[in-house]
């Protein structure tokens, strides 16, 4: 549909509202609305308070891993009530954890031994999205950097203190999740901006799989069900002895952490150039270094940074794809 913009004195530019879509949400002269700057889509919604929809999961023939997943992608997919049949008191336990711990504004509302309700307490507004884009890059920023500091002054045994950056992580990417459900980010751009957060998030569990996999990482402090509390060292592995040239691969996945971040926001063709040729060049240099490498500490490292290296290849993808309009 097409709106004529009209000029109202000399700064002002307005455009009239759809009269059904007002009606429908209940807007009238005087109301307050909420405006979402993207790019060159502006998105118009309503404060009105969202229809509240609730879901039942059904928890008594699934594993603790897929009730986890079917409670994160409820919370995913913008439901404000979710009803959780249950038998296992320990695998309820563990998912009002999860929600604690990874679904913002989640909170537990009714519980007996078989049923518990949860419901969202806050309101998920369209506005949050940048800011709470913004914070999770910083995240991931401090995430890659410390790990890095650390590694170098073999300081494994504070590689744990890290991990609740990782869940910080996974809560912002839940909660970006949601939001995009909820409120949406402008048409087309919603598919691209999700598949970006779910690579973000991914990120931030293959910088936690690097501190897992290095000596001196209790495996109670490991994240339940990862394939990396298999693979710490054994003691006849010997020490992790990591070469000149895997800590140069390091900083230069942590420098395109930095540059896709300024690429996301400016959609700089010079910069999508520089992160194609880097994601490139440290996947050959880590797949080179890794052959010649005889410590099984420094094969897992290169292995799990060549995998950043795919998935910054994959980030480029979606992003050059929502830069298109």
């Known amino acids: 549909m097409k709106r004529k913009v009209v000029r109202h004195g000399s700064n002002t530019l307005t455009v009239s509202i759809p009269a059904k879509w007002a009606k429908s949400n209940r807007i009238s002269a005087g109301d307050e609305i909420e405006v979402l700057d993207k790019k060159n889509f502006l998105t118009i919604s309503s404060q009105m308070k969202e229809t509240h929809e609730k879901t039942v999961i059904d928890t008594r023939k699934m594993n ?10 409820a919370y995913s997919r913008g439901y404000d009530e979710v009803e959780i049949i249950y038998d296992s008191k320990e695998l309820m336990d563990y998912l009002i954890v999860v929600m604690h711990t990874a679904l913002l504004g989640y909170e537990v509302f ?3 031994d078989k049923r518990c309700i949860i419901k969202g307490i806050s309101e998920t507004q369209s506005s949050h999205f940048d800011s709470i884009m913004r914070k999770n890059f910083q995240i991931l920023d401090l995430l890659a950097e410390e790990s890095l500091r650390l590694i170098k002054a073999k300081k494994f045994n504070e590689l744990t203190s890290l991990f609740v950056l990782e869940r910080t992580n996974n809560k912002f990417t839940n909660y970006l999740h949601r939001v995009l459900s909820r409120n949406g980010a402008g048409q087309k751009d919603d598919f691209f901006l999700y598949a970006i957060i779910l690579l973000l998030e991914r990120v ?21 069900g990862e394939l990396a509390v298999s693979g710490i060292l054994d003691k006849e592995s010997g020490p992790v002895i990591l070469r000149k040239e895997t800590f140069d691969i390091y900083s230069r996945t942590n420098e395109m952490l930095k540059k896709y971040e300024h690429y996301f926001y400016s959609f700089d063709m010079a910069l999508a150039n520089e992160i194609e040729s880097s994601w490139k060049n440290i996947l050959f240099n880590a797949q080179k270094m890794s052959k010649s490498s005889n410590n099984s500490g420094e094969i897992k490292v ?9 998935t910054f290849d994959m980030l480029l993808t979606q992003t050059i ?3 298109i309009k």
């Open 64 to 73: 603790k891993r897929v009730a986890e997943t079917s409670l994160t992608g």
């Open 110 to 112: 009714y519980q007996s």
């Open 321 to 323: 794809s929502l830069s």
């Open 204 to 224: 931030g569990d293959i910088y936690r799989e690097i501190c897992e996999c290095l000596p001196d990482v209790p495996a109670k402090d490991l994240k339940l």
């Open 302 to 310: 290169l292995s799990e940074l060549a995998i950043l290296a795919n």
